[in-house]
């Protein structure tokens, strides 16, 4: 399945239209907007009753609607009022086309808001549901959330004494539909397609036209710089050094070609590529490199032959565990000219040590640097990212960790002097420091994990289109800016059990819920993976499920460091070492394993 672009802004397909549904309890209103395909058209939803259902979800309220709990009822009502006019306030900054869902109980708002809007430049509609009352009244029974059966008689009352009033203060642009039995659509069908297809008005294409004008000159404010990637055996990583070491030939160059790959073959199935020693000036290129791009570089590196996923995994774990600066991304094929340019035709740079793959990136109109580890060529790789770069990168990073011998073995301290934990061997020391490094730069866009939605596919089913299928990675853009490693592990075990679930993206691309499959999916070698977008973006997204962040991080949290009401809640305890507090993490199951977990990597300093 192939995702395609998704329209927004003044491109947005039902842009300045506005069509008001209007009807009783038990009318059928969403059934008939279905019908007539205004969402598929691209106008939003505004209708306080989607959010409000959501709200006594989340809440426990009954949908059976007891007196006893009208106070709580009251509270999510006025709640899903604030959300709705929260998103009716961001679609109009985007005069995006909408869809007013209401009861037609008050004339004289609808009238008002209607002028407001034409104000504005918009055109509105509106498309009257009509049922009898027996037939609201056996609907209303069905519904999840029922109201009261006198409710509906009261409402259906006043709707229909409404109804003439609306069609004067809309008309012509008025429709009306019996819903009762077998309603034929076909001329509201009509009707309605003829008004949103309709040219907008003058004040609205001015708009538009401002927009667009906006738009283009921002793109071309943007100037495309080359992309990045660097090869890791032979230029960070010495592969020559690792053949010594497993065939005893000192001189491995000088190799038969054949009994070159029978060495190579023998690696199926060995970690080889993770024990490659590091060459001695591989930090100062991958510093260099990291500074001159602000840290938008990747590691481009061909898999063994004979052992594709196994070598690009073990080369990916050499990456994560021996770097001190980690890349943006990894790919692992051999396939390297795929990458040689950007999809409007910028060149991307490559600094490898085999002509091979050079040639083939130079002939798809990439820039190649010849680059050799064991002869430190660095000045080479300069000149290059001097030449195309500049000086745009951002300054080096200084490593915020601090390694100090203690009595029992090595601290590694961070900044502000907090324990990060104690460790035999300087070595053990050193690959914390470089996880940590990992596990805090990760992300670009800076939001913090603890604002990022908490949602699935249920959340958002029935309230935005979404498609499901594959996309590739290099296409998805992370945006949280903290990781877990707690997280990060259980996301690999789940990828290579085949359990992950899809990542969530808007219609930008961003990931909007899946930061740790992502990482895992890239370290794993995938190109493509499973991933629902929904066609919102992250603001949106963010807005709307606000109650969503406060539920799962604010609850007994106390300045990011602990949540006692969720563990208390699953039956576990942060009582105990670490070592116990992992033996009861593998005793149980769901909620409760999962908080001893995370009271272990508490523990343990780990965050």
């Known amino acids: 399945m192939r995702f395609t672009d998704l329209q927004e802004g003044p491109n947005d397909p039902g842009i300045f239209k506005a069509i008001f549904l209007a009807g009783g309890p038990g009318s059928g209103k969403s059934y008939v907007a279905g019908q007539l395909g205004l969402v598929s058209r691209g106008l939003k939803v505004l209708n306080s009753d989607d959010a409000f259902e959501y709200l006594m979800r989340k809440r426990n309220l009954s949908f059976e609607m007891p007196p006893e709990e009208q106070p709580w009822r009251d509270v999510a009502r006025s709640r899903a009022k604030e959300i709705t006019k929260k998103k009716q306030d961001m679609y109009l900054d985007g005069r995006l086309g909408l869809i007013i869902d209401g009861t037609a109980k008050d004339p004289g708002k609808m009238a008002k808001l209607k002028a407001e809007l034409e104000a504005i430049g918009y055109q509105t509609m509106m498309v009257f549901v009509n049922t009898s009352l027996r037939t609201a009244l056996q609907r209303n029974l069905m519904r999840d959330r029922k109201v009261p059966s006198e409710i509906v008689m009261k409402s259906h009352e006043q709707v229909q004494a409404n109804k003439e009033q609306l069609a004067d203060v809309f008309a012509p642009y008025y429709v009306e539909i019996n819903n009762d039995e077998n309603p034929n659509f076909n001329e509201p069908l009509k009707r309605v397609e003829k008004f949103i297809d309709a040219p907008v008005t003058p004040m609205a294409k001015d708009w ?54 029978d060495t190579m073959a023998s690696f199926k199935g060995t970690d080889f590529f993770y024990q490659l020693p590091k060459y001695e000036q591989a930090d100062q290129l991958i510093a260099l490199v990291n500074k001159m791009t602000g840290g938008d570089w990747y590691i481009l590196s061909s898999p063994l032959k004979y052992d594709r996923e196994g070598s690009a995994k073990h080369k990916a774990a050499w ?18 000219a795929q990458y040689a340019t950007q999809a409007d035709g910028t060149p991307n740079i490559l600094i490898d040590d085999y002509p091979k793959y050079l040639n083939s990136w130079k002939d798809k109109g990439g820039i190649g640097v010849k680059y050799k580890g064991h002869l430190g060529n660095i000045g080479d790789v300069k000149a290059t990212l001097d030449k ?5 990168g951002v300054a080096e990073a200084e490593l915020n960790e601090i390694i100090r011998k203690v009595k029992g073995g090595y601290r590694l301290l961070s900044k502000k002097g907090k324990n990060l934990g104690t460790y035999p061997s300087k070595a053990g020391a050193e690959k914390r420091e470089r996880q940590v490094q990992y596990f805090k730069h990760m992300g670009e866009s800076g939001i913090p994990r603890d604002q990022m939605p908490q949602i699935s596919i249920k959340d958002i089913e029935g309230k935005y289109n979404y498609k499901k299928g594959t996309m590739s ?35 930008k691309g961003r990931i909007v819920n899946g930061h740790h499959r992502y990482d895992a999916y890239r370290d794993l070698g995938y190109k493509k993976v499973p991933a629902v977008l929904v066609d919102a973006t992250l603001e949106e997204l963010m807005k709307e499920y606000a109650h969503t962040v406060e539920e799962n991080f604010a609850d007994g949290k106390v300045k990011g460091k ?28 769901g909620e409760k394993g999962k908080m001893y977990h995370w009271c272990a990597n508490m523990k343990g300093g780990k965050k």
């Open 319 to 336: 990456i994560r565990d021996k770097l001190k600066i980690q890349p943006k991304g990894m790919h692992f094929t051999g396939d390297k």
């Open 208 to 261: 538009i036209s401002k927009a667009q004008l906006q738009k283009t000159v921002a793109q071309e404010d943007v100037q495309r710089k080359p992309k990045v990637y660097v090869d890791m055996d032979g230029v960070i990583a010495n592969f020559y050094a690792g053949v010594t070491q497993v065939t005893g030939h000192a001189e491995p160059r000088e190799l038969a070609l054949q009994d070159m790959e």
């Open 473 to 507: 990675l290099d296409k998805m853009k992370p945006v949280q800016t903290e990781r877990l490693e707690a997280e990060y592990a259980e996301a690999v075990e789940k990828i290579q059990s085949g359990k992950a679930n899809p990542i969530m993206l808007d219609r």
């Open 562 to 589: 602990s949540r006692p009401g969720r563990v208390k809640r699953a039956g576990a305890s942060c009582k105990g070492s670490v070592t116990d507090l992992r033996a009861k993490a593998k005793k149980y199951s």
């Open 388 to 392: 195309y770069l500049g000086q745009q």
